[in-house]
Protein backbone atom coordinates (compact mmCIF):
# COMPACT_ATOMS: atom_id res chain seq x y z
CA UNK A 1 0.00 0.00 0.00
CA UNK A 2 1.11 3.60 0.13
CA UNK A 3 2.12 5.64 2.59
CA UNK A 4 3.77 8.81 3.48
CA UNK A 5 6.56 8.07 5.78
CA UNK A 6 7.78 10.78 7.98
CA UNK A 7 11.87 10.25 7.32
CA UNK A 8 13.27 13.20 9.30
CA UNK A 9 12.79 17.26 9.63
CA UNK A 10 10.09 18.34 6.91
CA UNK A 11 10.95 15.12 5.24
CA UNK A 12 8.02 12.91 4.08
CA UNK A 13 8.01 10.85 1.47
CA UNK A 14 5.80 8.54 -0.70
CA UNK A 15 6.45 4.49 -0.18
CA UNK A 16 5.21 1.37 -0.27
CA UNK A 17 4.63 -0.98 3.47
CA UNK A 18 2.72 -3.74 3.87
CA UNK A 19 -0.76 -3.62 4.23
CA UNK A 20 -1.09 -3.79 8.35
CA UNK A 21 -1.89 -7.02 10.07
CA UNK A 22 -4.69 -6.98 12.41
CA UNK A 23 -5.47 -9.01 15.55
CA UNK A 24 -8.41 -10.55 16.56
CA UNK A 25 -9.56 -7.30 18.73
CA UNK A 26 -8.83 -4.88 16.09
CA UNK A 27 -10.26 -3.39 12.76
CA UNK A 28 -8.46 -2.79 8.96
CA UNK A 29 -9.97 0.72 7.76
CA UNK A 30 -9.46 1.99 4.41
CA UNK A 31 -8.40 5.44 4.87
CA UNK A 32 -10.44 8.42 2.71
CA UNK A 33 -9.75 11.28 4.31
CA UNK A 34 -7.48 12.17 6.98
CA UNK A 35 -7.26 16.50 8.35
CA UNK A 36 -3.49 18.24 8.36
CA UNK A 37 -3.48 19.05 12.32
CA UNK A 38 -1.22 21.52 13.72
CA UNK A 39 0.48 18.71 16.27
CA UNK A 40 1.58 16.86 13.22
CA UNK A 41 3.06 19.47 11.75
CA UNK A 42 4.97 20.22 14.36
CA UNK A 43 6.50 17.17 14.83
CA UNK A 44 6.68 17.35 11.27
CA UNK A 45 8.25 20.76 11.18
CA UNK A 46 10.80 20.25 14.33
CA UNK A 47 11.85 16.99 14.59
CA UNK A 48 10.45 16.41 18.00
CA UNK A 49 10.10 12.45 17.33
CA UNK A 50 12.37 10.08 15.81
CA UNK A 51 11.71 8.95 12.53
CA UNK A 52 10.41 7.12 10.42
CA UNK A 53 6.59 7.21 11.45
CA UNK A 54 3.10 7.65 9.59
CA UNK A 55 1.59 10.74 11.03
CA UNK A 56 -1.90 11.65 10.16
CA UNK A 57 -4.94 11.28 13.12
CA UNK A 58 -8.07 13.09 11.78
CA UNK A 59 -9.10 9.76 9.93
CA UNK A 60 -11.76 8.50 8.22
CA UNK A 61 -12.49 5.27 6.39
CA UNK A 62 -14.53 2.41 5.20
CA UNK A 63 -13.69 -0.78 7.69
CA UNK A 64 -12.55 -3.66 5.46
CA UNK A 65 -11.19 -6.43 8.12
CA UNK A 66 -12.97 -6.92 11.43
CA UNK A 67 -11.21 -9.08 14.00
CA UNK A 68 -13.00 -12.06 15.07
CA UNK A 69 -13.30 -10.79 18.68
CA UNK A 70 -14.45 -7.55 17.64
CA UNK A 71 -18.19 -6.39 18.11
CA UNK A 72 -20.56 -3.93 16.60
CA UNK A 73 -18.63 -3.28 13.82
CA UNK A 74 -19.00 -4.74 9.87
CA UNK A 75 -17.32 -4.51 6.57
CA UNK A 76 -18.43 -1.79 5.31
CA UNK A 77 -19.36 0.36 7.96
CA UNK A 78 -17.76 4.22 7.33
CA UNK A 79 -16.28 5.31 9.96
CA UNK A 80 -14.21 8.34 12.28
CA UNK A 81 -11.71 7.31 14.47
CA UNK A 82 -9.94 8.36 17.20
CA UNK A 83 -5.98 7.66 17.59
CA UNK A 84 -6.15 8.15 21.50
CA UNK A 85 -8.15 6.67 23.82
CA UNK A 86 -8.25 6.27 27.64
CA UNK A 87 -8.83 3.54 30.02
CA UNK A 88 -11.52 5.26 31.97
CA UNK A 89 -10.46 3.45 35.38
CA UNK A 90 -6.87 4.83 36.29
CA UNK A 91 -5.86 7.97 38.76
CA UNK A 92 -6.08 10.29 36.16
CA UNK A 93 -9.29 8.76 34.64
CA UNK A 94 -11.15 8.86 37.93
CA UNK A 95 -10.46 12.57 37.55
CA UNK A 96 -11.94 12.84 34.55
CA UNK A 97 -8.46 14.21 32.98
CA UNK A 98 -8.22 11.56 30.49
CA UNK A 99 -5.33 13.04 28.41
CA UNK A 100 -3.25 12.77 31.80
CA UNK A 101 -3.89 8.76 31.29
CA UNK A 102 -1.02 6.72 30.56
CA UNK A 103 -3.28 4.89 27.74
CA UNK A 104 -4.07 7.65 26.37
CA UNK A 105 -0.73 8.80 25.66
CA UNK A 106 -0.28 5.22 23.29
CA UNK A 107 -1.08 5.98 19.94
CA UNK A 108 -3.40 3.12 18.96
CA UNK A 109 -3.64 3.86 15.14
CA UNK A 110 -0.96 2.82 12.80
CA UNK A 111 0.00 2.27 9.05
CA UNK A 112 3.40 0.44 9.94
CA UNK A 113 6.24 1.61 12.53
CA UNK A 114 6.10 3.51 15.52
CA UNK A 115 2.12 4.18 16.22
CA UNK A 116 1.59 7.77 15.14
CA UNK A 117 -1.90 8.07 13.53
CA UNK A 118 -1.27 6.46 10.20
CA UNK A 119 -4.30 8.54 8.18
CA UNK A 120 -1.75 9.49 5.15
CA UNK A 121 -1.49 6.09 4.10
CA UNK A 122 -3.80 3.90 1.88
CA UNK A 123 -4.81 1.32 4.81
CA UNK A 124 -4.62 1.93 8.97
CA UNK A 125 -4.88 -0.78 11.77
CA UNK A 126 -7.00 -0.05 14.67
CA UNK A 127 -6.06 -1.67 17.86
CA UNK A 128 -8.57 -3.02 20.08
CA UNK A 129 -8.08 -0.34 22.89
CA UNK A 130 -9.10 2.65 20.42
CA UNK A 131 -12.20 0.58 19.69
CA UNK A 132 -14.46 2.62 21.92
CA UNK A 133 -13.23 6.04 19.93
CA UNK A 134 -14.91 4.43 16.35
CA UNK A 135 -17.70 7.12 15.18
CA UNK A 136 -20.20 5.37 12.46
CA UNK A 137 -20.66 8.18 9.71
CA UNK A 138 -24.61 8.11 8.43
CA UNK A 139 -24.82 8.14 5.14
CA UNK A 140 -25.55 11.70 4.49
CA UNK A 141 -22.48 13.34 5.46
CA UNK A 142 -19.15 12.85 3.53
CA UNK A 143 -15.72 11.25 5.30
CA UNK A 144 -14.60 14.44 5.53
CA UNK A 145 -17.08 15.06 8.15
CA UNK A 146 -15.94 12.40 9.68
CA UNK A 147 -12.46 13.18 10.15
CA UNK A 148 -13.51 16.57 11.82
CA UNK A 149 -15.08 14.49 14.65
CA UNK A 150 -11.57 14.76 16.52
CA UNK A 151 -10.84 18.86 16.36
CA UNK A 152 -14.42 19.49 16.86
CA UNK A 153 -13.98 16.82 19.89
CA UNK A 154 -11.05 18.88 21.49
CA UNK A 155 -12.87 22.14 20.92
CA UNK A 156 -15.54 21.34 22.47
CA UNK A 157 -13.49 19.50 25.37
CA UNK A 158 -12.31 22.82 25.94
CA UNK A 159 -15.39 25.02 26.17
CA UNK A 160 -16.93 22.88 28.62
CA UNK A 161 -13.74 24.08 30.92
CA UNK A 162 -14.95 27.30 31.06
CA UNK A 163 -17.32 28.63 33.70
CA UNK A 164 -19.32 30.59 31.40
CA UNK A 165 -23.35 31.22 31.22
CA UNK A 166 -25.23 32.45 27.80
CA UNK A 167 -25.07 35.85 27.41
CA UNK A 168 -21.14 36.12 28.65
CA UNK A 169 -19.06 37.43 26.34
CA UNK A 170 -15.76 35.75 25.56
CA UNK A 171 -12.94 36.44 23.31
CA UNK A 172 -11.56 33.72 21.13
CA UNK A 173 -7.86 35.25 19.54
CA UNK A 174 -7.21 33.60 16.34
CA UNK A 175 -9.63 32.49 14.15
CA UNK A 176 -7.89 29.72 12.32
CA UNK A 177 -10.26 26.60 12.09
CA UNK A 178 -9.68 25.94 15.65
CA UNK A 179 -10.61 29.41 16.49
CA UNK A 180 -13.57 29.35 14.02
CA UNK A 181 -14.44 26.09 15.61
CA UNK A 182 -14.37 27.81 19.29
CA UNK A 183 -16.19 30.85 17.82
CA UNK A 184 -19.28 28.62 16.90
CA UNK A 185 -19.32 26.24 19.44
CA UNK A 186 -19.33 29.39 22.27
CA UNK A 187 -22.23 31.35 19.91
CA UNK A 188 -24.00 27.80 19.81
CA UNK A 189 -24.23 27.71 23.48
CA UNK A 190 -25.41 31.36 23.50
CA UNK A 191 -22.05 33.50 24.23
CA UNK A 192 -21.28 37.02 22.88
CA UNK A 193 -17.96 36.11 20.99
CA UNK A 194 -15.55 38.74 20.19
CA UNK A 195 -13.27 37.31 16.83
CA UNK A 196 -9.86 38.55 16.57
CA UNK A 197 -7.10 37.65 13.89
CA UNK A 198 -4.51 39.64 11.76
CA UNK A 199 -6.08 38.51 8.72
CA UNK A 200 -9.28 40.01 7.47
CA UNK A 201 -10.50 37.16 5.67
CA UNK A 202 -10.57 35.28 8.81
CA UNK A 203 -11.95 37.96 10.67
CA UNK A 204 -15.39 37.98 7.79
CA UNK A 205 -15.61 34.60 8.26
CA UNK A 206 -15.85 34.48 11.90
CA UNK A 207 -18.33 37.38 11.13
CA UNK A 208 -20.93 35.05 9.06
CA UNK A 209 -19.93 32.27 11.50
CA UNK A 210 -21.41 33.57 14.38
CA UNK A 211 -18.58 36.07 16.09
CA UNK A 212 -20.56 38.97 17.64
CA UNK A 213 -18.01 41.42 16.73
CA UNK A 214 -14.70 40.75 15.42
CA UNK A 215 -11.91 42.96 15.80
CA UNK A 216 -8.23 42.88 14.00
CA UNK A 217 -5.99 41.28 16.36
CA UNK A 218 -3.24 44.30 15.58
CA UNK A 219 -5.31 47.44 16.37
CA UNK A 220 -3.22 49.93 18.14
CA UNK A 221 -6.98 50.26 20.79
CA UNK A 222 -7.76 46.77 20.43
CA UNK A 223 -7.75 46.04 24.39
CA UNK A 224 -10.10 49.46 24.55
CA UNK A 225 -12.18 48.30 21.74
CA UNK A 226 -12.45 45.05 23.71
CA UNK A 227 -13.21 47.15 27.20
CA UNK A 228 -15.48 49.45 25.34
CA UNK A 229 -17.53 45.95 24.04
CA UNK A 230 -17.70 44.70 27.69
CA UNK A 231 -18.95 47.57 28.90
CA UNK A 232 -15.34 48.24 30.67
CA UNK A 233 -16.58 45.20 33.26
CA UNK A 234 -14.22 42.75 31.19
CA UNK A 235 -14.32 39.54 29.70
CA UNK A 236 -15.80 36.41 31.36
CA UNK A 237 -13.28 34.71 29.78
CA UNK A 238 -10.52 34.38 26.94
CA UNK A 239 -9.89 31.36 24.25
CA UNK A 240 -6.48 31.67 22.86
CA UNK A 241 -6.03 30.00 19.84
CA UNK A 242 -2.61 30.82 19.10
CA UNK A 243 0.47 30.26 20.10
CA UNK A 244 1.63 33.55 21.01
CA UNK A 245 2.37 34.87 24.59
CA UNK A 246 1.79 38.34 24.85
CA UNK A 247 -1.63 37.35 23.45
CA UNK A 248 -2.25 35.66 26.60
CA UNK A 249 -0.68 38.24 28.63
CA UNK A 250 -3.03 40.50 27.21
CA UNK A 251 -6.16 38.35 27.13
CA UNK A 252 -5.56 38.38 31.55
CA UNK A 253 -5.77 41.64 31.81
CA UNK A 254 -9.33 42.25 29.76
CA UNK A 255 -11.28 39.70 31.26
CA UNK A 256 -12.51 40.26 34.69
CA UNK A 257 -12.12 39.05 38.30
CA UNK A 258 -12.24 35.49 38.25
CA UNK A 259 -12.39 34.79 34.74
CA UNK A 260 -10.46 32.47 32.72
CA UNK A 261 -7.82 32.15 29.86
CA UNK A 262 -7.54 29.09 28.36
CA UNK A 263 -4.22 28.48 26.20
CA UNK A 264 -5.41 25.94 23.76
CA UNK A 265 -1.84 26.54 20.95
CA UNK A 266 1.21 26.57 23.55
CA UNK A 267 2.33 23.09 22.80
CA UNK A 268 5.80 24.01 22.14
CA UNK A 269 7.75 23.44 25.36
CA UNK A 270 10.52 25.25 26.49
CA UNK A 271 9.21 29.05 26.12
CA UNK A 272 8.98 31.19 29.84
CA UNK A 273 6.62 33.99 30.41
CA UNK A 274 6.73 36.23 33.18
CA UNK A 275 3.39 36.72 34.90
CA UNK A 276 1.93 38.62 37.29
CA UNK A 277 0.68 36.12 40.01
CA UNK A 278 -1.46 38.53 41.67
CA UNK A 279 -3.80 38.39 39.04
CA UNK A 280 -4.61 34.93 39.60
CA UNK A 281 -4.25 34.92 43.79
CA UNK A 282 -6.10 38.53 44.22
CA UNK A 283 -8.09 39.10 41.31
CA UNK A 284 -8.98 35.15 41.30
CA UNK A 285 -8.25 35.39 37.53
CA UNK A 286 -7.50 31.31 36.14
CA UNK A 287 -5.58 30.63 33.74
CA UNK A 288 -6.09 26.98 32.07
CA UNK A 289 -5.26 24.44 29.39
CA UNK A 290 -6.83 21.98 27.68
CA UNK A 291 -5.03 19.75 25.17
CA UNK A 292 -6.66 16.50 22.89
CA UNK A 293 -9.99 14.83 23.33
CA UNK A 294 -12.34 13.55 25.49
CA UNK A 295 -14.04 10.32 24.49
CA UNK A 296 -17.14 10.77 26.68
CA UNK A 297 -18.01 13.42 24.29
CA UNK A 298 -18.33 11.77 21.00
CA UNK A 299 -21.77 11.69 21.04
CA UNK A 300 -22.02 15.07 21.17
CA UNK A 301 -19.52 15.73 18.78
CA UNK A 302 -20.83 13.76 16.16
CA UNK A 303 -24.81 15.14 16.62
CA UNK A 304 -23.17 18.85 16.03
CA UNK A 305 -21.23 17.19 13.31
CA UNK A 306 -23.71 15.57 11.26
CA UNK A 307 -26.52 16.99 11.98
CA UNK A 308 -24.63 20.18 10.32
CA UNK A 309 -25.11 22.42 13.63
CA UNK A 310 -21.52 22.67 13.16
CA UNK A 311 -21.86 22.81 9.30
CA UNK A 312 -17.98 21.68 9.31
CA UNK A 313 -17.74 22.12 5.60
CA UNK A 314 -17.04 25.62 5.70
CA UNK A 315 -13.56 25.09 6.98
CA UNK A 316 -12.78 22.65 4.63
CA UNK A 317 -11.21 24.99 2.08
CA UNK A 318 -8.58 22.79 0.68
CA UNK A 319 -7.76 18.99 -0.61
CA UNK A 320 -4.72 17.18 -1.33
CA UNK A 321 -3.83 13.58 -2.81
CA UNK A 322 -2.09 11.58 -0.34
CA UNK A 323 0.73 12.28 -3.15
CA UNK A 324 0.90 15.74 -2.28
CA UNK A 325 0.45 15.12 1.73
CA UNK A 326 3.77 17.35 1.96
CA UNK A 327 2.12 20.34 0.43
CA UNK A 328 -0.98 19.82 2.32
CA UNK A 329 1.34 19.91 5.39
CA UNK A 330 3.09 23.58 4.02
CA UNK A 331 -0.29 25.22 3.20
CA UNK A 332 -1.49 24.28 6.78
CA UNK A 333 1.78 25.88 8.28
CA UNK A 334 1.77 28.88 6.34
CA UNK A 335 -2.23 29.64 5.87
CA UNK A 336 -3.35 31.73 2.94
CA UNK A 337 -5.90 33.94 3.53
CA UNK A 338 -8.19 31.56 1.46
CA UNK A 339 -6.72 29.07 3.16
CA UNK A 340 -8.36 26.90 6.62
CA UNK A 341 -9.15 23.53 7.30
CA UNK A 342 -6.84 21.16 4.89
CA UNK A 343 -7.56 17.49 4.20
CA UNK A 344 -5.87 14.94 2.57
CA UNK A 345 -7.52 12.53 0.54
CA UNK A 346 -6.47 9.10 0.07
ZN1 LIG B 1 -5.52 16.78 15.54
ZN1 LIG C 1 -6.80 6.07 32.40
Request: proline share 5%; charged share 20%.
Amino acid sequence: MRAMVYRGVNDLRLETLPVPKTGAGELLVKVAACGVCPTDIKKIHYGTVPPPRVFGHETAGTIVRVGARVKGFAVGDRVALHHHVPCRDCHACRHGTYAQCAQYKLTGITAGFEPAGGGYADYVRVMSFVLPGVVKIPARNSFTEGAMQEPVNTVLKAVKRLRILPGDTVLVAGQGPIGLLFTKLLALRGMKVIASDLLPSRLKLARQWAARWALAADAPDFADQVRRLTHRTGLEAAVIAVPVDAVVLQAQELVRGAGQVMVFAHTRRGAVTEIDLSRICVDEKELIGSYSSDVTLQKEVARLVFSRQLDVRRLITHEFPLEETAAAVALAAQPKPDSLKIMVLV
